[in-house]
């Protein structure tokens, strides 16, 4: 069915926290453009991936792979070095800096991983400062920030603090993007955006990893769906194949 050979793979990953297995066994494969979208009740180890994908905690078993190579356990900053980036359920926007300085930290991944590396290492040439500053105007015109360009993160409503940590997260150039809770708390007009700003990621090739509760938002943008119950993989496959799923319906949707 998959026409690309897989960028990511998930290799049979469990993970324990002490006597908690909070991932029992899950592998996944992710291909160019694919979307990927992660469902389960709360508890059921959606962020714990995400946080073995970026290197956040090791892994108790099993092996991640991205373009060919093996990153289990490696550092979060080689991790995104690689170009897999991730968002936060809670923004790590910088408050104090404008809603432009914090987009103009998501490009300087290019260069420097860290923050304080990309401080350090500020000497970049002119044209290069005007590329980056190209693209934050085109990614704050996506996202309906430009009106927002000169406010600081730390003000803004906590809708638009999202959409600002997910577009940092895509000026970061990345290979691999991992969502988690994207969506949570925005308003319908803000979903819109979102969505666009996802739909131009996956039209670049670039794979997605999308966790999400909305459930028509997840369902109207993934390639794939998988739903985890307490760390376990209750189902993988296409979105018309989960709403006919009888354990999903009981374990999940709830009808
Ligand atoms: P979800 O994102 O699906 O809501 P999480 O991945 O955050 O779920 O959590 C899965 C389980 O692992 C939960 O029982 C949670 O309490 C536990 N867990 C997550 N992170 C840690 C941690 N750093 N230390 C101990 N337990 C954790
Ligand atoms: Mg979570």
Same mark, same amino acid.
Do not use: W
């Given at each position: 069915?998959?026409? &690309?050979?897989?960028?990511?793979?998930?290799?049979? @990953?469990?993970?324990?926290?002490?006597? /908690?297995? $909070?991932?029992?066994?899950?592998?996944?494969?992710?291909?160019?453009?694919?979307?990927?979208?992660?469902?389960?009740?709360?508890?059921?180890? !959606?962020?714990?991936?995400?946080?073995?994908?970026?290197?956040?905690?090791?892994?108790?078993?099993?092996?991640?792979?991205?373009?060919?190579?093996?990153?289990? +356990?490696?550092?979060?900053?080689?991790?995104?070095?690689?170009?897999?980036?991730?968002? &936060?359920?809670?923004?790590?926007?910088?408050?104090?800096?404008?809603? !432009? =300085? +914090? /987009?103009?930290?998501?490009?300087?991944?290019? &260069?420097?991983? %860290?923050?304080?590396?990309?401080?350090?290492? $500020?000497?970049?040439?002119?044209? =290069?400062?005007?590329?980056? #500053?190209?693209?934050?105007?085109?990614?704050? =015109?996506?996202?309906?920030?430009?009106?927002?360009?000169?406010?600081?993160?730390?003000? #803004?409503?906590?809708?638009?603090?999202?959409?600002?940590?997910?577009?940092?997260?895509?000026?970061?150039?990345?290979?691999?993007?991992?969502?988690?809770?994207?969506?949570?708390?925005? %308003?319908?007009?803000?979903?819109?955006?979102?969505?666009? #700003?996802?739909?131009?990621?996956?039209?670049?090739?670039?794979?997605?990893?999308?966790?999400?509760?909305?459930?028509?938002?997840?369902?109207? /943008?993934?390639?794939?769906?998988?739903?985890?119950?307490?760390?376990?993989?209750?189902?993988?496959?296409?979105?018309?194949?989960?709403?006919?799923?009888?354990? @999903?319906?009981?374990?999940?949707?709830?009808?």
């Amino acid at each position: 069915k998959k026409s &690309f050979s897989p960028i990511l793979n998930v290799k049979e @990953v469990v993970k324990d926290f002490g006597g /908690l297995r $909070a991932l029992n066994d899950v592998t996944i494969s992710l291909s160019k453009g694919q979307i990927l979208g992660l469902i389960g009740p709360n508890g059921s180890g !959606k962020s714990t991936l995400v946080n073995l994908i970026s290197g956040v905690y090791p892994v108790s078993k099993g092996e991640i792979h991205f373009n060919g190579k093996d990153i289990t +356990n490696m550092a979060t900053h080689s991790i995104a070095r690689y170009g897999i980036i991730r968002t &936060f359920q809670d923004p790590h926007n910088v408050p104090t800096m404008t809603v !432009k =300085e +914090n /987009l103009l930290l998501g490009t300087h991944r290019l &260069f420097k991983s %860290s923050l304080l590396a990309c401080t350090l290492n $500020a000497n970049h040439s002119l044209r =290069e400062e005007e590329q980056m #500053l190209t693209r934050v105007t085109e990614i704050m =015109e996506l996202c309906d920030l430009t009106d927002y360009a000169d406010e600081l993160a730390g003000n #803004l409503p906590y809708g638009m603090q999202r959409m600002v940590e997910v577009a940092r997260a895509i000026l970061a150039e990345p290979q691999l993007l991992l969502l988690d809770e994207p969506a949570a708390g925005l %308003s319908e007009g803000e979903l819109e955006e979102l969505n666009r #700003l996802i739909r131009y990621v996956k039209n670049q090739g670039i794979p997605v990893i999308l966790i999400d509760h909305h459930m028509d938002f997840v369902t109207g /943008l993934v390639d794939e769906i998988l739903v985890l119950e307490s760390g376990g993989v209750i189902y993988s496959g296409s979105v018309e194949g989960m709403q006919k799923d009888h354990h @999903v319906i009981r374990a999940y949707l709830g009808v």
